[in-house]
């Protein structure tokens, strides 16, 4: 009887040996760079010896014969492969098929692949490091090596390709099914350029940037344009939503030609108290804000109305230009009250603090930026900063409330659903 072995054959995986050559050990003596010399040149070989592996499973061993071999080795050539942010130059090993067609080894396709240089350069911008200072910003190479791909001109080159990738599949996704029932719009000013960005707040409090329009200031052409390119990437038309602006008239009567009695305009309080101050003496000041305050935080959009009516009236004798500055859109200052709105969610929305917190982080990014040369490098840039900003955002506080909004902007659907139905 043949006894029965439990015993199985198991195939070890291939191994390949590196020699680390004694003047590469003997650099530690230089403290500073002994480290990056030797992980440099092991690596090096490494990468040699699996080039070399993978030739030899195409070719088959060196100096035996095999007539059923489809590849022969085609000796080597120079090539670079990515590593820390920069090329490094190596020999590459060579294969080619029977038929004479270049073979391309795995182990080498996949170290040269350039996406880690791409995104280590869109990393390094948005760290604030320019195009001028990204080569010293790197480890420093052992002195018989090039430093290819870390010029200025190299790194701009590779941020514009990456930055236009990214900023058209930006643009271009659709918005989906999510429903933001709360848009924020405000502009921002690089250069000669005006960029006008439109950020969502959906119904869990969660921030997203919707889209963005290029143009020379906040008028309603460019608002419009904006507005429609959010419809066309399905934002719900049809959809009753809260618009939260910066004062603007371009901006609110965009909002109103677009989306007609659905969309629902609020002032920012901070903007406008602004515009009126600016009519004011300095002595002023502080009475009259005191009186705008007390009126925004009224829960009764009909009292807050009539204490801003007097207030308007009050200055009319002496400062006519501040009595028509507090009634120009009074009545979309006071749009949160009459959708019952209060509380901290009341606090968050009564200005555009949230997008022009965007917009400040948008500066920072481009700060380095000396010069804009068109509207077409304004869009990358802020499109690159609104991604990176977009990896902190948070919940809106109060985001709980929303809910209630929710529900005041669909009774303000089935009112207009009912006055149309009358009409017709």
Request: aromatic share 4%; proline share 4%; charged share 30%.
């Amino acid at each position: 009887m043949t006894p029965v072995s439990h015993l199985q054959i198991v195939d070890l995986p291939k191994t390949a040996t590196v020699e680390i050559p004694l003047p590469l050990l003997g650099a530690f003596a230089n403290i500073e760079n002994s480290f990056v010399d030797l992980c440099i040149g092991t690596g090096r070989q490494v990468l040699g010896a699996m080039m070399e592996q993978d030739r030899e499973e195409l070719c088959g061993p060196r100096w035996k014969r095999d007539p059923d071999r489809t590849a022969g080795r085609a000796g080597t050539t120079k090539s670079e492969v990515t590593l820390g942010g920069r090329r490094i130059p190596i020999r590459r090993p060579r294969v080619r098929s029977k038929d004479d067609h270049e073979i391309e080894l795995p182990s080498f396709i996949f170290a040269a692949n350039r996406d880690p240089l791409d995104r280590h350069a869109l990393t390094s911008v948005a760290c604030g490091i320019s195009t001028r200072k990204y080569a010293r910003s790197l480890e420093p190479l052992p002195e018989d090596l090039a430093e290819p791909s870390t010029s200025k001109s190299a790194v701009s080159r590779r941020y514009v390709a990456m930055t236009t990738k990214q900023m058209t599949t930006w643009l271009t996704t659709p918005l989906g099914e999510r429903h933001f029932p709360i848009v924020m719009i405000d502009g921002i000013i690089l250069g000669d350029h005006t960029v006008l960005i439109a950020l969502g707040i959906d119904t869990e409090g969660k921030k997203q940037v919707l889209g963005l329009r290029e143009g020379d200031t906040e008028n309603s052409r460019v608002a419009k344009a904006l507005l429609r390119d959010l419809i066309d990437r399905d934002l719900n038309q049809e959809r009753a939503r809260l618009f939260v602006i910066d004062g603007a008239k371009a901006l609110s009567s965009a909002v109103r030609k677009v989306f007609g009695p659905l969309g629902v305009v609020h002032r920012c309080h901070w903007r406008k108290r602004r515009n009126i101050l600016g009519h004011l003496p300095g002595r002023l000041h502080e009475s009259v804000k005191a009186v705008l305050n007390e009126a925004w935080s009224l829960s009764d959009a009909d009292v807050a109305k009539r204490r801003l009516e007097r207030l308007a009236s009050s200055l009319e004798a002496d400062h006519p230009g501040a009595a028509a500055s507090v009634r120009e859109g009074l009545d979309e200052t006071l749009t949160l009250q009459r959708l019952g709105i209060g509380g901290t969610l009341f606090k968050k929305l009564r200005s555009t603090n949230g997008i022009e917190n965007l917009n400040s982080g948008i500066v920072t990014y481009s700060r380095n930026v000396k010069r804009w040369q068109g509207g077409s490098m304004v869009v990358r840039w802020v499109s690159a900063a609104i991604v990176e900003a977009e990896k902190k955002f948070r919940r809106v506080q109060g985001w709980r409330d929303i809910e209630k909004l929710v529900t005041a902007l669909n009774d303000l659907e089935a009112k207009e659903e009912a006055a149309a139905q009358r009409v017709a």
